[in-house]
């Protein structure tokens, strides 16, 4: 849930006084040791975008490009997974050339204290809770655009990026209902110690374990495609074409069920009539502005442009929602923990609460 693009407004980026400080002088140490120079005069400028991995804007070799590592404290299972989002982008980026292009990675505790990589740079405009009014006017378009690039990376063949051995299609949707289990339990024990998870999240996990997932496709997964990781052309902006530059946000990249991918950007996907937190969470803003495609013409389109089976919807839909509220638990668990002040998200438990509550919903088929 982060982004990496320059907007020309200083919000982009933290204040430095609110930045998360790095040890820079040991990374340019390491950097030199690996025959690269890393500038420190102005320094590194921390991104704003997002609640999850740290973002920095840095100057190597003479180039601006991004540093990218995990946030402090204890990492959910799976999650803020460096080494496997540098193995990606060091090489889908072949393929499908709106994925950045990895270009240094280290696992040695010692630079940073974390594992991190540094990719390549695209600078556009990532649009977020509101959007530009060039782009207001062209939301059906933007809705549409949004499938099609998921659609077109669903369709590169992992063995032609050297990306066939990632993760294990097999088995991949009951690992998930396990894994989003599991990951609900060890968040809930610092949010709710007294009483283990909400209610309504044991129900939907009792649901989900209970089904027969169905048999779906293999395709590359992104595992969290939605607008705010989109970088666009930032002629957009002025009324210029709706031209994607890049795809953020690899950490939990793997392979298996398409329309997994599918689900999780229209858990994202805010309608007008949903509740207050699929409001509050401020992922997409599909319900501020009119000509959105609703998330059932989404679902249709991917369906058209693909040729996939949609007709087992309701699981995939079930059980991203259900993400959904676990991703945004997870985020307020670090708050709980002591790991982070960050006001913002001081503010997500009680959004949390609602979206595990929607969540509930769509199981029982009262809302979609």
């Given at each position: 849930m982060q982004a990496t693009s320059k907007?020309?407004?200083?919000a982009e980026y933290f204040a430095p006084e609110h930045q998360q400080p790095q040890p820079w002088a040991r990374l340019a140490e390491w950097l030199e040791a690996e025959g690269h120079v890393l500038a420190l005069d102005p320094p590194p400028r921390q991104f704003t975008g997002g609640f999850g991995n740290?973002?920095?804007?840095?100057?190597?070799?003479?180039?601006?490009?991004?540093?990218?590592?995990?946030?402090?404290?204890?990492?959910?299972?799976?999650?803020?997974?460096?080494?496997?989002?540098?193995?990606?982008?060091?090489?889908?980026?072949r393929a499908f050339p709106l994925a950045p292009k990895g270009l240094l990675f280290s696992d040695d505790l010692g630079i940073l204290g974390a594992p991190f990589f540094i990719?390549?740079?695209?600078?556009?405009?990532?649009?977020?809770?509101?959007?530009?009014?060039?782009?207001?006017?062209?939301?059906?378009?933007?809705?549409?655009?949004?499938?099609?690039?998921?659609?077109?990376?669903?369709?590169?063949?992992?063995k032609s990026v050297d990306l066939d051995t990632l993760g294990n299609p097999e088995g991949f949707l009951k690992?998930?209902?396990?894994?989003?289990?599991?990951?609900?339990?060890?968040?809930?024990?610092?949010?709710?110690?007294?009483?283990?998870?909400?209610?309504?999240?044991?129900?939907?996990?009792?649901?989900?374990?209970?089904?027969?997932?169905?048999?779906?496709?293999?395709?590359?997964?992104?595992?969290?495609?939605?607008?705010?990781n989109i970088i666009w052309d930032a002629a957009a902006a002025q009324g210029g074409p709706l031209r994607p530059i890049a795809v953020l946000d690899w950490d939990m990249c793997t392979r298996g069920d398409p329309l997994f991918?599918?689900?999780?950007?229209?858990?994202?996907?805010?309608?007008?009539?949903?509740?207050?937190?699929?409001?509050?969470?401020?992922?997409?803003?599909?319900?501020?502005?009119?000509?959105?495609?609703?998330?059932?013409?989404?679902?249709?389109?991917?369906a058209r442009k693909t040729g996939r089976d949609v007709s087992h919807f309701h699981f995939y839909r079930v059980l991203t929602a259900f993400k959904l509220y676990?991703?945004?638990?997870?985020?307020?668990?670090?708050?709980?923990?002591?790991?982070t002040t960050d006001p913002r998200i001081k503010s997500l438990g009680p959004t949390a609460d609602g979206l595990v509550a929607f969540a509930h919903e769509i199981m029982k088929g009262r809302a979609f």
């Amino acid at each position: 849930m982060q982004a990496t693009s320059k907007m020309s407004v200083d919000a982009e980026y933290f204040a430095p006084e609110h930045q998360q400080p790095q040890p820079w002088a040991r990374l340019a140490e390491w950097l030199e040791a690996e025959g690269h120079v890393l500038a420190l005069d102005p320094p590194p400028r921390q991104f704003t975008g997002g609640f999850g991995n740290l973002n920095y804007l840095v100057a190597l070799d003479g180039k601006e490009a991004v540093l990218r590592r995990p946030p402090a404290g204890p990492l959910p299972p799976g999650g803020n997974d460096m080494g496997r989002e540098y193995r990606v982008l060091s090489r889908l980026w072949r393929a499908f050339p709106l994925a950045p292009k990895g270009l240094l990675f280290s696992d040695d505790l010692g630079i940073l204290g974390a594992p991190f990589f540094i990719m390549e740079y695209r600078a556009g405009v990532v649009i977020r809770d509101t959007l530009p009014p060039a782009v207001a006017a062209r939301t059906a378009e933007l809705s549409e655009k949004l499938i099609g690039i998921l659609a077109e990376f669903h369709a590169v063949d992992p063995k032609s990026v050297d990306l066939d051995t990632l993760g294990n299609p097999e088995g991949f949707l009951k690992r998930s209902v396990d894994g989003w289990i599991k990951r609900c339990a060890v968040a809930s024990a610092d949010v709710y110690p007294d009483k283990g998870p909400h209610p309504a999240a044991r129900e939907i996990g009792a649901w989900l374990a209970g089904q027969t997932p169905p048999a779906g496709g293999v395709s590359l997964l992104h595992n969290d495609f939605k607008l705010n990781n989109i970088i666009w052309d930032a002629a957009a902006a002025q009324g210029g074409p709706l031209r994607p530059i890049a795809v953020l946000d690899w950490d939990m990249c793997t392979r298996g069920d398409p329309l997994f991918d599918l689900a999780t950007l229209v858990s994202y996907w805010i309608e007008p009539g949903d509740p207050a937190a699929m409001h509050e969470m401020g992922q997409m803003p599909t319900a501020l502005t009119p000509g959105w495609l609703d998330r059932r013409r989404i679902v249709e389109l991917y369906a058209r442009k693909t040729g996939r089976d949609v007709s087992h919807f309701h699981f995939y839909r079930v059980l991203t929602a259900f993400k959904l509220y676990i991703i945004f638990l997870q985020i307020y668990a670090r708050y709980c923990r002591g790991t982070t002040t960050d006001p913002r998200i001081k503010s997500l438990g009680p959004t949390a609460d609602g979206l595990v509550a929607f969540a509930h919903e769509i199981m029982k088929g009262r809302a979609f």
